[in-house]
């Protein structure tokens, strides 16, 4: 499976910024895909993820109301609009992909990162007080 991000950038705080993320060499079926985000120090952290199968989504506590995930028709291509940005969404953004048992609630896929084989190369998002 290879991925390939774009988006991210610089905005002020209160701004909008949008992620993409393009699969390809991969069933589209039980899979999962999702955002994580590492910032500098941190540990890398599940942002939000969308089944392939069925279309749910997580999201993290922090980023609810604020990012949608989404994906198109032909499930290969991820989104992360995220508006409301606050300093501390600052990080690299990670798309990853990978099998994801159905049945398994998208938080524990997420919460087991360590274990998806396939990632995007990363996307700086920095966010301006």
């Known amino acids: 499976v290879q991925l390939v991000e774009s988006g991210g950038g610089l905005v002020q705080a209160g701004g909008s910024l949008r992620l993409s993320c393009t699969a390809s060499g991969f069933d589209s079926d039980d899979y999962a895909m999702g955002w994580f985000r590492q910032a500098p120090g941190k540990e890398r952290e599940g942002v939000s993820c969308?089944?392939?199968?069925?279309?749910?989504?997580y999201y993290t506590d922090s980023v609810k109301g604020r990012f949608t995930i989404s994906s198109d028709n032909a499930k290969t291509t991820v989104y992360l609009q995220m508006t409301s940005l606050k300093p501390e969404d600052t990080a690299v953004y990670y798309c990853?992909?990978?099998?994801?048992?159905?049945?398994?609630?998208?938080?524990?896929?997420?919460?087991?990162?360590?274990?998806?084989?396939?990632w995007g190369q990363g996307a700086q998002v920095t966010v301006s007080s």
């Open positions: 990853a992909a990978g099998r994801k048992p159905r049945g398994l609630p998208l938080e524990f896929w997420a919460s087991a990162w360590r274990s998806i084989g396939s």
């Open positions: 969308i089944s392939t199968t069925d279309g749910s989504t």
